[in-house]
């Protein structure tokens, strides 16, 4: 037994979906695109039944690949042997709209429930529907008011179900109507619309009965979330909060994440024998399980914020009002909330691309987005700034370092655009599409669509994106702890000999032993390797190992550096600041000078340097394809870049 | 006249749509020739418009707009 979900876009299909399952609910895609796909439990009579929820459409005959969904679904009901039950949502303020659809899917002869979905909504409009007219002239059909936002009306709703159940199990399995699903010329499309459309009109005027005409008082306030000045301001404080919060707000989480997880770690190593379980524990599993946990906080607090301002309706004013200014750009209204976010990790600027309707826009929106500065750059770049970059002022008030500072972040935003123009300029549209979309009313936040939102994403990053996280991670500890060891114990012991070793203290010493071990690690050897490959960048194999070891993290890098050069922690970054800088050549030429630390900072600002990204990126395009393709596009874009900056300093 | 030349507030009848896909897609919708809409927001810098139609607006972009040929109704 299957129960199906159909409905138009805003008929409050999810939040009636939510209600029924509860948290009993699977996220995945279905299959051959990135459309969510959501599934879950009902319990009727007693029993059991999958409900399957479907993206919102006009109609079945696809204008976009969500509503191509649908349709492909429809096409394969006729191969299942699973009776099934069609359950169609309306939004009873646009009740015309909504039973267009119904028409559809009821001369497909699926058997249906239909439900009329936020009464309280259409009371306010004055609008009051016949519930009883409305059963007769649908008379195979159950229909039931309901109020999914407060529950209103479940009762009913399983009762119907339950009752068309029944119906179907004594008759013969039905079978699709094949004809209907062929239509494939939009003329015929067009004249099978009208009928519906002119049909699902007379319907309502014999059912619906409007009382007063408020609209125009609720829509006074969209004048002014729209408004060419006041419009931008408010978004932009919107925008302001949004990245704030998913900045600094996530970074307590985050912490405490961080935090528990190395006392978990401290735990195995006081209880483990030492050797290489306890190494594969302690330095590869944790860390890695750590790496994908400490995205959590970013995630769910930018998809509350995704969640409420969807929910509530402000979203679709802001698309409304930002999508002239990215379209140059190949990108959509809908892109921007992903952008700014990305700004903080891409990470979930990534997952939230997939709001975005169109397929094209979609693809430019998650393409450009690691170009986006992200938090986890900020210690490298403000390290290599301390370092390469003079305090001084300029013109009297602004601060030469924070200048650089800002110019790295405005140059990722900058190539950014410049990219996404040329794929708009090469990327095929599949098909045609439309930027169409529907500004609803106002509504209150659903507090349960938020949290089941948010639970959802967490869900999805962890189960589809953690293992390959965690997976790459454990390689990158493995290749900087091992190597091979006959060269390592003569590493170390030509350490033991010399002056520096000897007279160190006891911590001291254990600082120089790791530095020489990760040096003559396979990631060391992998770094000196590239040396003459990245020399004409200005960097050392110091650096080569910093970055290789970075692609765990960004911000790894410091840590890395602190590591080669035998560096305190408890010393602070100052410290590592004065190494960098005294750092020399054999020949005495300075390691970190403004040209090489210019050329290192721009290779942070455009190489994929997270191989996070790369797994959701891969999550989000549904193949390696697209992640290769940045990860090498950006590769290069990053060697080109900093090799000019290097040449030119 | 074109739907994106009509200033807010207008209220218009649709006379034709000429673009076949976006007529398919509105048809879909309800907003056949014929029917009165009203548009009640326009974008700045010629970005999208939006208008309403029964209890709720749709927005299209202002390019799409011109596809829609309307009478002005008397204010």
Known sequence: MNLLLFGNPNCGKSTL???????????????????????????????????????????????SSEEKVVFDALNELNQQQQPTVGLV????????????????????KIPLVLIVNMIDLSDRNGITIDHQSLSKELSCTPVVFMNARVGLGKN???????????????????????????????????NDALLRSAKAKELCKKVVTKKN????????????????????????????????????????????????????????????????????????????????????????????????????????????????????????????????????????????TRGIPNSKERLITLFVAPLMSCSARIPVYTLLISVVIPEKQIAGIMQLQGLVLFALYALGIIVALMIAWLLKQFLKQEGQSIYLMEIPDFKPPHWRNIFTTIFDKIKVFVLEAGGIILALSIVIWALSNYGPSQERENALQQLKSEKQYRIATEEDRQLLESAVLLEHSYLGKFGKTLEPAIAPLGYDWKIGIAIGSSFLAREVFVGTLSTLYAHHEEAGEFSLREKLKNETYPDGRKKFTLASGISLMVFYVFALQCLSTLAVSRRETGSWRIPLLQLSLYGVLAYGMSLLCYQLF | MNLSEIPKQRSVKILEITQPFLRTKLMEMGVVPGVEITLTLKAPFRGPIAFAYGNTQISIRFEDAAFIKVNPLAS
Not at chain 1, 326 to 343: A, D
């Open chain 1, 89 to 108: 949502v309306v939004d009873a303020s646009n009740l015309d709209r909504g039973l267009f659809l119904f028409s559809q899917l009821a001369d497909l």
């Open chain 1, 156 to 190: 009913r709703l399983l009762q119907a179900i339950e009752e068309q159940i029944k119906n179907q199990s004594a008759e013969n399995h039905f079978s699709v109507n094949e004809h209907i699903l062929a239509i494939e010329d939009l003329t015929q499309q067009e």
């Open chain 1, 17 to 63: 979906f939510n209600l029924l399952t509860g948290m009993r609910q699977k996220v995945g895609n279905f299959p051959g695109v990135t459309v969510d796909k959501k599934t879950g439990l009902v319990a009727v009579g007693g029993q059991s039944i999958s409900l399957t929820d479907y993206p919102g459409t006009y109609s079945i005959y696809p204008k």
């Open chain 1, 213 to 352: 005409e408020t609209t125009q008082s609720k829509r006074r306030i969209d004048q002014w979330l729209t408004h060419p000045v006041l419009g931008y301001v408010i978004f932009s404080l919107v925008l302001i909060i949004i990245f704030q919060a998913v900045f600094t707000l996530s970074a307590i989480p985050m912490d405490y994440i961080e935090q528990g997880l190395q006392w978990v770690s401290q735990q195995i190593a006081q209880s483990l024998p030492e050797g290489a379980v306890q190494d594969l524990l302690c330095g590869g599993i944790i860390p890695g399980i750590t790496g994908v946990l400490v995205f959590i906080p970013q995630i769910a607090l930018l998809f509350f914020f995704i969640a409420l301002l969807e929910d509530s309706g402000y979203l679709s004013r802001a698309v409304f009002l930002m999508d002239r200014l990215v379209r140059p750009f190949g990108m959509n209204g809908r892109s921007v909330v992903p952008l700014l976010s990305s700004m903080a990790c891409a990470i979930p600027g990534i997952m939230a």
